[in-house]
């Protein structure tokens, strides 16, 4: 590549429990610049959570965002006229990033009535290993394993 690789931006750990993770969470959670907002959003949702498992809100989320975290996935890769779905690893970054990605995307299709609330039953059911975020990862991980036999074309 003729272009050198742009810097990696610094991200500021959340002014509550200092956690890195949590404002990259927040960065995929706000729309428009809302950030205040989608800040507010987590940690209620966080005590939601505390509230009705009675354990720590943040470790439940962690626990949580890595069960809906896959490890693979399949990339189409065009050989010889046909496509193939080949099974690759995830790098780390993109892995968070997916997990999270994904928990936003299937809190905010349920049917809770406020954002919190749907955030809250969301993380509650992947720490529960079930829900729509952890159905996701565990289909990924089956589309990898049916296609397995084509491993070798891996780029």
């Known amino acids: ?73 399949v990339r189409s890769r065009r050989i010889g006229g046909a496509t193939f779905q080949i099974p690759s690893e995830i790098r780390p970054g993109r892995k968070s990033s997916i997990g999270m990605k994904n928990l936003i995307l299937f809190a905010r299709k349920r049917h809770e009535k406020t954002m919190s609330a749907k955030l809250a039953g969301e993380i509650m ?15 990924t991980h089956r589309m990898a394993d049916a296609n397995k036999a084509f491993s070798h ?3």
């Open 153 to 155: 074309f891996r780029f």
């Open 125 to 139: 059911a992947a720490y529960k290993e079930e829900g729509a975020a952890f159905k996701r990862k565990e289909d």
């Open 1 to 73: 590549m003729r272009k050198s690789k742009p810097k990696k931006r610094i991200i500021l750990p959340d002014p509550k429990f200092n956690d890195v993770l949590v404002t990259k969470f927040v960065n995929n959670l706000m729309y428009t610049g809302k950030k205040n907002l989608a800040f507010q959003i987590f940690y209620e949702a966080i005590e939601t959570v505390t509230e009705k498992t009675s354990e720590d809100g943040l470790e439940v989320w962690k626990k949580a965002l890595s069960n809906v975290t896959p490890n693979v996935e």
